[in-house]
């Protein structure tokens, strides 16, 4: 697989204090590469750097195989970008602005339709921007970015503001991409859900700092369970489980175990009952990937 976007340690610092450090980032041919983490996490700084637009401190930043800094206009002619709200000229309409954008970019012009068509905004494309809806204005700005059928596309938060129909419509748009087009895409959110639905890699960042990098299925292969077992008497089943080399941890009314084999349970409910402990219930706990998210991100723990 040809790597599409790389970097190397990249860092930026804002009055001393970093906002994104030494992150390495790894993006390959054909994917929607999720740049998931929480609001201040560094997504916005590390897409800036990525497009040149803000100089990091430290790193490397390489698209296409080829450092930005010598190939900067190379770069940018194949790479089409939405970076928080789209910037067009309200008074004027849809097709227009999408024709001002056509000129500057010196990109045919049958590629505006086209591209106004993947969005669904033919229809629309002589309404004054300014009565587009919000998912209309955020459909126009991916028309834009995409009118020159880049290699590389770059959505930081598209979905921002929208309702669930426009979030959908703009997943689903984006999901199509990678197959019809050839573009591969890097694509920020905030959003565990979002991210999930849509990318087949994930990097999440909390701090500045990557936390995870690795495909979707990998991820989800963090999620592992637990088993939670009730007695008539916790104290004494946990005291007699621990004997049996069974560690667990109280918690509310039941004792947790971690990584239980199915045949561990067999015969951790057997000793129980052996010992006259009444065994209520026996439950699995799946760890959704919510929690490792928030395990991730909230405790600060690197991987
Ligand atoms: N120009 C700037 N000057 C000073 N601090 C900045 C600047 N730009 C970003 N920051 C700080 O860097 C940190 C990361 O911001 P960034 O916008 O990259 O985060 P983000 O992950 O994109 O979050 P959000 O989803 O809220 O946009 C924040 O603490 C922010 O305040």
Partial sequence: MKQIVSTHNLSKRYQGKYCVEDLNISVEEGEIYGFLGPNGAGKSTTLKMILGLTRPNNGIVSVFGKEFNKNRRLILSQTGSLIESPSYYGHLT??????????????PEKNVMEALKIVRLDKQIDKKVNQYSLGMKQRLGIAMALMSFPK???????TNGLDPAGIGEIRELIKSLPERYGITVLISSHLLTEIEQIATSVGIINNGRMMFQGSMAELKDKSHSTIMIKTRNNKLAQELLYSKG???MQRGDSLVFENLMDEEIIQANRSLVTANIDVLRIEENKKS???IFLDLTGKEKSL
């Avoid at 849809?94 to 990109?107: A, P, S, Y």
């Fill in 246 to 248: 069974f560690y667990s």
């Fill in 152 to 158: 590389l596309l770059i959505l930081d938060e598209p």
């Fill in 289 to 291: 990937l919510e929690d």
């Fill in 94 to 107: 849809g097709l227009e602005n999408m024709r001002i954008v056509q000129r500057l970019r010196e990109v």
